[in-house]
Each structure stands twice: as structure tokens, then as C-alpha cells.
């Protein structure tokens, strides 16, 4: 029986509380979480859920990795938070020195921001402001692929999906360059013609592009599915060729995902500005980064007004790049590599099934990403009673059901949310 207290806690939330694509009339059911650690997210009434999306993507590690929270609570203890404008402090700079162990050398300077869409709006300011620095004005436009997925703030919808989550939006949102979805999936034979539409594209409108921003390998939010490196490589050329930026979205795809550190490596390439987030800190605590050449940032530098406009309030907040410090830090002394491989190799094994359902479309596997692309997707209601049955956190949108479990997930766990896939895609 459900207590007066838990009652009134899920009254409150249920009238006040609005939740991210949620109705405030109808609101989907939610349950209230009392503690969560490694793959475990733990309910009130003591229930276990395997968190098989890694609370949208961010948590390699799972939750409360204690390396990660004992550096927060460490820092913790000297200041919390302090402005970027006229300070710096040691987090800040360490994670500087980390990420660049690990990114590409070419990418140099590093501009932290507070969350993945605050990256991307940085990335494309960036961007034109770079343009704006050449004396090319005329160059503010960005080009984007069908299918995007950058995130829910007004630039980064802008440069998603024209008809998709966003599409109510568009009276507030600048008209930007489409390119049709790439066709050539991820492991199938590329054919030439496939990159034609965006050739063409780039070649008309040159004198109009900034900068070309591409989530690298895998589409997220609007697509779930992965496409062809060679794609990514005639990009960059043709990026090269007429003096535009190439802005790679890693924000979903960094950090191990897909079974390269970054997705952009499957195809040999390094973007001109890369907005990383989400596992950043091993999804304990907000934070991006946004990294761009030194020819890109001197640029900015040498012309009017001299300096990149932009300056979030919680800029390098020192909690947040405490925690960075240490997320990457485990990504050195964890096999996570292995992890990836095996867990991939176990979702095609296991889900292999799935594709003789009726209501599967398709299934695609890279890494620790599942999605299985459905005719009809299950109710709210419906996904709670699988949820509550087998035990395993799956938030399925749109028309996919997919998995991102957490790198340390184990075996028997992984078996445990292809079991509750198969349910939930009948």
C-alpha cells in the first residue's frame, strides 16, 4: 500500500511538475527514485531497474561511479562555483590537459560550456563568427543533414530535422541548408551517388555556408541509425575545398559508443570544431566542451571585436570539470574498448530474433547502441507493466525502441534488456 507521503510526493508531481516531452494533462507514469548506483536504479517500494539507456545516453560507467563522486565532493570543499571571466582554477585546466590526451591533436583549443545544445549554439556561433573574421558576412548559414538530431535549444533545433520533434518551432528558428539523409548504412557497399545531393548542395550555396555540422556515424534523436564513414570522408574534403567548417556533433557519439572513442574515427577524419558532453563527466553532472583548431580560434582572435561572444554563467564550473578530471581518468584505466566489443557482439546475438517480429521494421547494432525500428511503438502504459515486469529501464520514442547500457553492464544484464526488447517489440 502506497503511504500518505509517497502519495502526496507523486500528487505534487503529477500537478506541478512537467516532465521532458511529457503532457501536463496526461502525463505519463513515473517512478520515484530513492537511490541509483552502477547499472541499479532503485524505486521507493525497493524495486531494481537495469538502467539500459544510461540515463539518455550519458552514463558509461553507471551511476555514482565513486572515483567520479569523490572528486566532486573534493572539490567540493574549496569552492563550488566561480566565473571563468577573470578566473581559472585547477579543474578546469587538468580536464583541458586531459582532453587534449585524448582528442585529436589538431583540436587545440578548448571552450567549455554547460550542456550538449549550449555546445552546439557555441560550435555554430563559432562558426560564423570564423566567416565573419574572413570579411565573408554573407557566410551565416550552416548546412545540416535530414535527420539531425543537435539538440532542444533554438540554434541547435534549427540544424535538426526540419520536420521532425521541432517542427512547430519553425517561426522562431533561422532557415538553414538540408542535405537529404545519407542512404549507404553503416557496413553495407558505398556507392558514389550517395553523396551527390550534399555535393551539390555545397557547391551552390558556398558563398552562403559557414559550416557543415554532421553527428558523426550514428543519427540520434530524429534517425537512430548509422551511416556509411565514407560519407564523413568525402565531407571533409569537399568542406576543405571551399573553405567551409566542418562541425563534428560527438555528443552522443563521443567517448566510446560506438566502439571507437570518437565516431568520427571510423572514417579517418578530424572536424574543424567537435562539441563534446553527456559522458563527458560520466553523466554525473552538466558540462561540454567545444573544440576547434588554432587556425579557427586565432581567427576569431586577430579580427574585430576580437573576441568569441559567447560566455555561459556556469562556464568550467569546477564541479563539473572535478568530475570530467576523473571520467576521463576511468576511460584510461578501464578496458572499455573490450567491454563495447562484447557488449555489441551480445545484442546481435540476442536481438537477432527481434527481426522475424511483425511490428520490426529493422534492426541496427554498433557498439553499446541497439535500436530496433518499429511499425507501432508500445503505449506508455504498456511500456510501464514491461518495465515493472522484467526489471529493465527502456524509454523507447518516436517509432524506436533501442539500448545504450552503461559499459560495466554484465552478461547476464545485457540478456536481461534483450528479453525485455522482445516483449516490448511484439
Known amino acids: 500500500m502506497m503511504s500518505d507521503d509517497l502519495a502526496r510526493l507523486l500528487d505534487f508531481d503529477r500537478t506541478h511538475l512537467w516532465h521532458p516531452y511529457a503532457s501536463m494533462t496526461q502525463p505519463p507514469p513515473v517512478n520515484l527514485v530513492t537511490s541509483a548506483e552502477g547499472t541499479r536504479i532503485r524505486l521507493q517500494d525497493g524495486t531494481e ?111 535538426s530535422e526540419p520536420e521532425g520533434m521541432h517542427r512547430i518551432f519553425h517561426g522562431i528558428m533561422a532557415g538553414h541548408f538540408f542535405a537529404p539523409q545519407p542512404q549507404c548504412e553503416f557496413g553495407q557497399a558505398w556507392q558514389d551517388d550517395d553523396f551527390e545531393p550534399m555535393e551539390n548542395l555545397l557547391e551552390k550555396h558556398q558563398d552562403e555556408i559557414a559550416a557543415v555540422i554532421v553527428e558523426p556515424i550514428f543519427q540520434g534523436g530524429n534517425a537512430m541509425r548509422f551511416y556509411h564513414p565514407e560519407y564523413l570522408r568525402r565531407l571533409s574534403l569537399e568542406c576543405s575545398k571551399y573553405e567551409i567548417l ?68 556556469y562556464m568550467a564550473n569546477p564541479l563539473a570539470c572535478a568530475a570530467g578530471c576523473a571520467a576521463l581518468h576511468l576511460f584510461k584505466t578501464f578496458d572499455w574498448a573490450d567491454r563495447v566489443q562484447s557488449i555489441e557482439k551480445q545484442l546481435r546475438l540476442e536481438l537477432a530474433s527481434c527481426c522475424t517480429l511483425e511490428n520490426v521494421k529493422a534492426l541496427r547494432v554498433l557498439g553499446a547502441i541497439a535500436v530496433l525500428e518499429l511499425r507501432e511503438l508500445p503505449s506508455y502504459q504498456r511500456m510501464q507493466e514491461i518495465v515493472m515486469s522484467t526489471g529493465v529501464w527502456i524509454r523507447p520514442f518516436d517509432h524506436w525502441l533501442y539500448t545504450m547500457p552503461p559499459f560495466i553492464t554484465a552478461p547476464a544484464e545485457i540478456s536481461r534488456i534483450c528479453n525485455a526488447l522482445r516483449l516490448a517489440a511484439q
Not at 579543474?91 to 582528442?103: D, F, T, W, Y
Not at 583540436?107 to 560564423?128: P, Q, W
Not at 583548431?293 to 586565432?298: D, G, I, L, N, Q
Open 246 to 313: 566542418l562541425i563534428s556533433d560527438e555528443i552522443a557519439t563521443g567517448f566510446g559508443r560506438t566502439g571507437r572513442f570518437f565516431a568520427g574515427e571510423y572514417a579517418g577524419i578530424v572536424p574543424d570544431i567537435m562539441c563534446l558532453s553527456k559522458a563527458l563527466t560520466g553523466g554525473t553532472i552538466p558540462l561540454a566542451a567545444v573544440l576547434a583548431r588554432e587556425s579557427v580560434a586565432s581567427c576569431i582572435s586577430a579580427a574585430s571585436p576580437g573576441e568569441f561572444m559567447h560566455g555561459p554563467t
Open 49 to 159: 531497474l537495469i538502467d539500459a539507456v544510461s540515463s539518455w545516453w550519458c552514463m558509461p560507467f553507471g551511476h555514482n561511479p565513486p572515483e567520479i563522486i569523490r572528486a566532486i565532493q573534493e572539490q567540493s570543499a574549496s569552492f563550488s562555483q566561480v566565473m571563468f571571466a577573470g578566473f581559472t582554477h585547477r579543474p578546469a585546466i587538468q580536464l583541458g590537459e586531459a582532453l587534449l590526451e585524448v582528442c585529436p591533436p589538431e583540436l587545440s583549443r578548448i571552450f567549455y560550456a554547460d550542456t550538449g545544445s549550449i555546445a552546439v549554439e557555441c560550435a555554430m556561433k563559432m562558426a560564423v563568427q570564423y566567416q565573419y573574421a574572413r570579411g565573408r558576412e554573407k557566410r551565416c548559414r550552416l548546412a545540416a543533414l535530414r535527420g539531425a538530431y543537435h539538440g532542444d535549444t533554438t540554434g541547435a533545433m534549427a540544424v
